[in-house]
């Protein structure tokens, strides 16, 4: 089996803080001890209003105001008087019962049952509604209500997922525990929000200060401001704008910034609900350092497209910091009235505050008339995408419309979102006209990402280009990372930016890092156990595990430190079976064995239809020796989930090892079936084919499984070797031509390709 990382991507770790305590003796001569000022407490939005009025009332009118509310006459905006939504064969009713909403909707079980309304969530242009279940649980309906104008299409009821029959049990269902509001939405809907998930009873009892975003959620607990008389005590100073202007470059139109800006503090606080990431620990407040607390997602698929555009709800903070306007000092609030979060002006008038009008608002730059949609600013740098059936969002990476990268990619464009009826092709066309060249534009990364997504020979040596330009965006950079094979590690790209000065950079280069030989790992991770972020501490401690044992003493001893930090983490997430899964496979390679058994175990009495954890649980049993225990660990999940490409795979392994071939290759052929694209099954079947004395089949699955995943390193290696031991010696050469031409730097490629052409 190959070396597991025990599910460490983004999925949603988690942190609660260092382990390591000083203790220091006091000598008489010593002062005593000043007792530390008390932690700042809550106080409510009310007691900021009679010193910040303006603030307060702005606020009071915003839609982080109205992100959660109790469900009561004045916040239900939808019609609760007997209306109905059908899906499938789920036939939804909202009615009102002694005043109070309720729904009548297929329940746990998939029975019709009545569930009153407990709180609002949103408001506009859709409103949901949260109904409450067993053990502290809150979860979202989906049905919402369109509050948007008739004229608009709104004031109606509609299902979030029409078409798709999610059928209770699903973790999908809105019953389900990826609907689970204590665990998806509470971070970004309340102020000062506490989780408390109890894993011994598999229940939350979640507390907050205030429901939606208030005054503290953005500037953090008040108690010493006030106390203070408003002298400070705040744990966020948002004063990166303070005695800054933007004047226009006479010359380009631009415009230039008075001062640059020399933190992201203003940009990490909304980043906190503004960001598609994963929690790491709790606890957190503004002003803190935001990957103490979260994983911002780099730019993957499938969350944005190969050029940073938008795909998935990704939720601003990704697409901005990649923008040239983030690069140049804007913050959030040079755009966005913070306190009602509306625009600091309408149309083109927002964007002419800093840009010259006669300039950029004009045909000469749009190269649209003043009445067309071309000629609006949004429209061409930020083209919006449709989210939850009727939430238009901008893409806030404010780019350059780019039909030529559509062209060779097959990313969307703005020209062509407006002009439905005409190609990219055209488009790029025109725009050749307007220019006489291709635009250019800040994403230039587009081809790079999307030859690496497409597993093309090459892509490695432009991504490492990519991540070691200091003229590309922090995310940029780590998105190249993300992406970036084994081979491209030994250009000395991870090695570089294991150190970068940013931390998302720092934690994608650990992820390359992870692919290398262990001295190499100790060399270049062993410094991130004392990372002043500890997203990244969590991230080497997790990477460094396997040779814990092999570290020098100056890691040697940052590493417990850094271990418990993960470990808290993941206990943070263990609502997530997922969660339990890593944390019990971080233990068992520090040989905890007891206490890894505990968490696979754990992760199944959790979701029981959680294939990893059988198959891991099965893995720990086959390491101790107790193969029969670890097939019967399988067997139990597959009644389960007979589906189960994942467990069918697990199982024909443990049968080739009982010797048991017949079985084995009939599991191994079902996991390839179920899940055809998947390369790893295809790899294991044909090497137990192979083995099993059926070279030719062997063959023609590999020689598929190349044509559809060609940048599949051990497929072409298997399919090289098995071509040549059967005689088909002219095949396996133009296959391991392929391959060195995927692999250049690889040196078993080489010499592979080498001995075949002597």
Known sequence: MPRYRWLAPLGGAVVVGGVAVWFFTLTPSRPAPVAPAPAATYVGAEACASCHRAAYDAWNTSQHHDAMQPATAASVKGRFDGRQVRNGTVVSTMFRRDGHPWVRTDGPDGAPTDFPVEYT???????????AMP??????????????????????????????????????????????????????????????????????????????????????????????????????????????????????????????????????????????????????????????????????????????????????????????????????????????????????????????????????????????????????????????????????????????????????????????????????????????????????????????????????????????????????????????????????????????????????????????EPAEQIRLAGPRLRDPVRSVRIAAARLLAPVSGQLPDAYGAAFPAAAAELIASERYNADRPERRVALGGFLFEQGRTREAEREFRAAIDLVPDFAPAYVYLAELLRRGGAEAQAETTLRQGLARMPASADLHYALGLSLTRSHRTAEALEELRRATTDAPGEARFAYGYALSLNGAGQPDAAIRLLSATAAAHPGDRDVLFALVSFERDAGRLAAAREHAAQLLRRFPDDEEARALHQSLIR
């Not at 408001?123 to 949901?128: A, E, K, N, R, T």
């Not at 509470?186 to 907050?208: I, Q, R, V």
């Not at 909304?270 to 994963?278: D, E, G, N, T, Y």
């Not at 780099?298 to 998935?312: A, E, K, M, N």
């Open 135 to 516: 053990r502290g649980r809150l979860q979202a309906l989906p049905l919402a209500w369109d509050a948007r104008a008739i004229r608009d299409g709104g004031q109606r009821w509609f299902h979030l997922y029409p078409g798709q029959i999610v059928a209770h049990g699903d973790p999908l269902h809105w019953t389900g525990r990826e609907q689970n509001w204590n665990f998806m939405c509470a971070d970004c809907h309340t102020t000062g929000l506490k989780k408390n998930y109890e894993p011994s009873t598999d229940t939350f009892t979640t507390t907050w200060a205030a429901l939606g975003v208030t005054c503290e959620a953005c500037h953090g607990p008040g108690s010493r401001h006030v106390r203070s008389g408003g002298r400070g005590g705040l744990t966020a100073r948002l004063d990166e704008r303070a005695n800054v202007a933007w004047t226009v470059d006479a010359g380009s139109g631009r415009p230039v910034r008075s001062a640059p800006r020399t933190t992201t503090r203003e940009i990490d606080v909304c980043a906190v609900c503004h960001a598609r990431r994963a929690a790491i620990a709790g606890g957190y407040v503004p002003g803190a350092a935001l990957m103490d607390f979260y994983e911002p997602s780099p730019l993957v698929s499938p969350l944005y497209y190969p050029d940073g555009q938008q795909r998935d709800e990704v939720y601003v903070y990704g697409s901005f910091m990649q923008s040239r306007m983030a690069g140049a000092g804007v913050t959030c609030s040079d755009c966005h009235d913070p306190h009602t979060a509306r625009l600091r002006a309408e149309g083109n008038a927002l964007c002419t505050r800093c840009h010259a009008p006669s300039r950029y608002d004009a045909p000469s730059h749009t190269h649209h008339t003043a009445a067309t949609p071309g000629a609006q600013c949004v429209n061409c740098h930020m083209p919006s995408r449709t989210y939850m059936q009727i939430d238009a969002r901008r893409d806030h990476s404010l780019r350059v419309p780019r039909p030529d990268v559509s062209v060779a990619t097959g990313v969307p464009n703005a020209c062509t979102a407006c002009h439905s009826g005409r190609s990219a092709q055209w488009a790029a066309v025109a725009v050749r006209q307007w220019y006489g060249r291709d635009a250019r534009g800040l994403q230039d990364f587009a081809e790079a990402f999307h030859d690496a997504d497409a597993g093309r020979p090459g892509s490695a040596a432009a991504l490492a280009a990519l991540a070691s330009s200091p003229a590309e965006p922090a995310v940029v950079r780590a998105s190249a990372l993300a992406r970036m094979p084994a081979a491209a590690a030994s250009g000395g790209a991870a090695a570089g930016a294991v150190s970068s000065s940013d931390p998302l950079v720092r934690l994608m280069a650990l992820r390359v890092v992870e692919q290398l």
């Open 121 to 131: 969530f949103g408001v506009f242009p859709l409103q949901q509604y949260l109904v």
